[in-house]
């Protein structure tokens, strides 16, 4: 597995980003700019599984593909006993990754696979928060 080594202090940077792309996501509906809105998301998704990892285990997958990044939220979640909803989630919605950001042919997504992608990092974020305390802070305010 390709990792990268992290101080766990930077788990904070990567919440960051992962908080300022779901928060886009959401904005990009309201445009119906389809493929943005999901693209953020799945970006999104990334960024929160790094934030987990990095604090979890100081470290990150590394991988373009972001398969490892599955793999290591599944370890965390077999050593906390916490269940794999999350990786499993994290694993559809970045199967969707390549279709949306390089798919052959540009073609515009319509809503209800927009609504699909955002309904799963919906839901993974709420696994985080469910699962890790540590999230529930409002750490992008300061708190």
Not at 76 to 91: Q, V, Y
Not at 110 to 124: A, G, H, M, P, Y
Request: contains cysteine; positive net charge; proline residues 1%.
């Amino acid at each position: 597995m390709k990792t990268k080594e992290f101080d766990r202090t930077r788990f904070l940077d990567y919440y960051k980003r992962a908080d300022e792309f779901f928060e886009a996501m959401s904005d990009e509906i309201v445009f119906e700019r389809y493929n943005a809105s999901a693209l953020l998301g799945i970006h999104a998704s990334i960024a929160l599984t790094d934030s987990l990892t990095i604090y979890e285990n100081r470290k990150r997958a590394a991988d373009e593909q972001h398969t490892d990044a599955v793999k290591l939220l599944k370890g965390i979640c077999n050593t906390k006993g916490i269940s794999e909803d999350g990786p499993n989630r994290l694993g559809k919605i970045l199967s969707k990754k390549n279709l949306v950001a390089y798919g052959s042919r540009f073609r515009v997504m319509d809503t209800n696979e927009s609504q699909s992608i955002r309904l799963n990092v919906e839901r993974f974020f709420t696994w985080a928060y469910k699962n890790f305390e540590y999230l529930n802070r409002n750490f992008t305010q300061g708190g």
